[in-house]
């Protein structure tokens, strides 16, 4: 074989290999809690869902999805991500925002681009992007939703989450929505954002009191354990229950016109795709996009149902 | 005297319990709040009643609410595929009972042989499988739920909700797998064995007793107790998650110890477990019945409550440290 056509058959290959592998090839990290309950379950869903989307988009994009079970885990996936895989941005939704603030302060000073999503850091200044999910909004939501269903006032029960930052938001929007409607908060307990202590809760709110007119259950998962006691004590006819997150099952009902479950509202963990796809846009596009992003917690009716749901989903 | 003072301790705390109930909320003594407190105790109960087996052999088994969740889960997907072959609910259902106490005792026997044959610690063997389960049912539900198909859910759900003689059928079934324990471990050469092999295992040896095979059949027990209450479960909510089960072991162990039976074995009081099961759902029940305890302190009453059940059976009673 002559030198010159050894030397062609390299150009060739050069060319080959430089029109491969776009000069834009970068790697993002995405670091969300661990598919431990039904809402992280659609966060993961929709998580992968977008990698697999994104990185058909732009081959010269490659996403790399950590969970974790706690702050603490997730703190080590952030050094990880930044040494052993050397991210060129990370996308996070922190597990507590004074624990991550931190954490994700080093990412950044390693010059990495930060997009948090859902619970916002305890300091200003460290995210490039901000994908704000709303709680307060989502108990406002809630609570304007009540003072338009009892315009006269009446008796409710509340069933709380986990005591953390996220269920006082939420509760606290709410309280201040209803605040001076006449409705009134006959008690309110934990129920750990779970079927089974929704429903021990709720049937002991039903041997408790004789007459309840609505059921804030803040999430679908405590709603679908609030629906079954009622059902067991065959209540339905005289009260209404609201759950929140908007799970297929609580979507499907609320679409199929259930009088039990009216409404839900919205607190999509479909966020971490919003997250990626404008992280990814920075990347590819090259426009900016720094800023923070609100998503809003809408009320699912009857009417508009349909497009909030999905069936493929986990969640 | 004393003696028989020291294990009527749990039921002093049940009768104590209850009165305090009564007197908080008039609501607590219906006769809808008190078949709800019974039906609800019978998941911890039974699982409760194999515990016992496991640690008065002097084992420990933490396995048993991923257990409880991967069984649930595994039943809910069978049902639903079966129902593409057959459209014989009952037969369905019989299916999956069948393979729920299969995958029980399969399960057990795992935890048992990993104790006794490659000789690892109950703790660490039964920690394992703990975590192993519960991926498991994490990885099945996607991370999400699963749920049982609505005409299978529709018929299933007698076994939860219907009742015999007034009573729900778990609270029958819990008092059937109670009173065969009873008699298990108390009239029995296999129960005398269980205790003799937890107070001293090299004795029992030295006794010709088969310790290997008493304590695997120990952790089998609890397997089928384990899929015992997932039977009576799944068809309260017709769903099982990575959630399903959370902490159950915990309330397990408490609930035998609270009862009477010794952590270090070679000690087992059955009635006292059900007693101690019973006092763990009173609680939780009379504080979502009253709003005297601020919601934020719910675990702190739970735990003074157990601690003070367990000195009503062992300190107060006697003089003897």
């Known amino acids: 074989m002559s030198k010159r056509g050894f030397d062609m058959r390299l150009a060739l290959a050069s060319l080959l290999l430089w029109a491969c592998s776009p000069l834009w ?11 431990t309950h039904g809402w992280a379950g659609g966060l993961n869903y929709h998580a992968d869902e977008t990698r697999q989307r994104l990185e058909e988009q732009y081959p010269g994009l490659s996403i790399i999805i950590v969970t974790a079970e ?12 930044v040494a052993v895989r050397g991210i060129d941005a990370l996308v996070i939704l922190p597990f507590e925002s004074t624990a991550l603030t931190g954490p994700v302060r080093n990412v950044k000073r390693q010059g990495v681009f930060v997009t948090v999503v859902d619970r916002g850091l305890a300091e200003p200044g460290i995210d490039d992007v901000y994908v704000a999910g ?22 409710i029960v509340v069933l709380r989450g986990i005591p953390t930052v996220i269920d006082e938001q939420r509760f606290n929007g709410f309280m201040e929505a209803i605040d001076g409607s006449g409705i009134n908060v006959l008690d309110h307990q934990y129920a750990n954002w779970n079927r089974d202590d929704g429903f021990t809760v709720m049937q002991d709110f039903l041997s408790r009191f004789s007459s309840i007119d609505g059921v804030w259950a803040q999430d679908d998962d405590i709603a679908i354990g609030v629906i079954q006691a009622v059902r067991q004590a065959r209540r339905e006819d005289e009260m209404f229950i609201v759950g929140g997150g908007g799970m297929k099952d609580i979507v499907r009902r609320v679409m199929d016109g259930d009088s039990l479950t009216p409404v839900d509202v919205l607190y999509p963990p479909a966020m971490i795709s919003t997250a990626m796809e404008l992280t990814a846009l920075r990347f590819t596009a090259g426009i900016p996009i720094q800023g923070e992003f609100l998503l809003e917690s809408p009320l699912i009716t009857e009417e508009n149902a349909e497009q909030y749901y999905f069936p493929d989903s986990p969640f | 005297m004393e003696r028989h003072l020291k294990s009527a301790g749990p039921f002093i705390a049940l009768l104590a319990l209850v009165l305090a109930g009564a007197l908080i909320n008039d609501a607590f003594l219906s ?18 009643i194999g515990a016992t087996f496991v640690i008065s052999g002097g084992g420990i088994d933490l396995s048993v609410g991923a257990m409880a969740a991967f069984i649930s889960g595994c039943m809910i997907l069978l049902m639903n595929f079966l129902l593409g072959f057959t459209d014989s609910v009952p037969l369905i259902i019989t299916g999956a009972l069948l ?5 029980g005792a399969a399960a057990g026997l795992i935890n048992g042989l990993l104790t006794t044959k490659a000789r690892i610690e109950a703790f660490i063997v039964t920690l394992g499988t703990m975590g192993i389960y519960r991926s498991l049912v994490t990885w099945l539900a996607d991370g999400g739920a699963l749920t049982l198909n609505f005409t299978v859910g529709d018929l299933y759900s007698e076994v939860y909700y219907g009742r015999l003689l007034g ?3 778990p609270v029958w079934i819990f008092l059937a797998t109670a009173t065969s324990g ?4 108390n009239h029995t050469v296999f129960g005398r064995h269980c205790l003799a092999v937890g107070s001293n295992d090299k004795v029992a040896r030295y006794s010709a007793i088969n310790v290997d095979r008493v304590r695997t059949t120990t952790f089998v027990l609890q397997g089928i107790c384990v899929s015992i209450a997932t039977i009576i479960y799944v068809p309260r909510l017709g769903s099982a998650s990575g959630q399903t089960g959370i902490l159950w072991e915990l309330e397990a162990i408490a609930a035998v110890i609270i009862g009477g039976t010794m952590l270090r074995g070679g000690h087992g009081r059955i009635w006292g477990t059900v007693a101690g099961a019973l006092i763990l759902t009173l609680i939780g029940n009379i504080l979502n019945l009253t709003d005297a305890v ?28």
Do not use: C, K
């Not at chain 1, 709303?134 to 008796?155: K, T």
């Open chain 2, 182 to 185: 009873y008699v298990l471990l």
């Open chain 2, 294 to 321: 601020s919601n934020y302190l719910n675990g702190a009453v739970q735990g003074i409550i157990v601690i003070v059940a367990v000195l009503l059976q062992r300190g107060v009673w006697s003089s003897r440290p």
């Open chain 2, 31 to 48: 006769a809808g709040n008190l078949v709800n407190i019974l039906a609800r105790s019978s998941f911890i109960g039974i699982i409760a």
């Open chain 1, 134 to 155: 709303d709680n307060r909004g989502m108990g406002r939501v809630s609570g304007e939703y009540f003072r338009q269903r009892l315009p006269g006032g009446g008796d």
């Open chain 2, 167 to 169: 009573l729900p059928y």
């Open chain 1, 25 to 35: 090839a970068q790697t993002i990290g995405v670091s969300i809690p661990a598919a």
């Open chain 2, 99 to 103: 393979a729920s106490l299969g995958i």
């Open chain 1, 70 to 81: 706690d702050a603490t885990e997730q703190a080590n996936d952030l050094e990880d991500l």
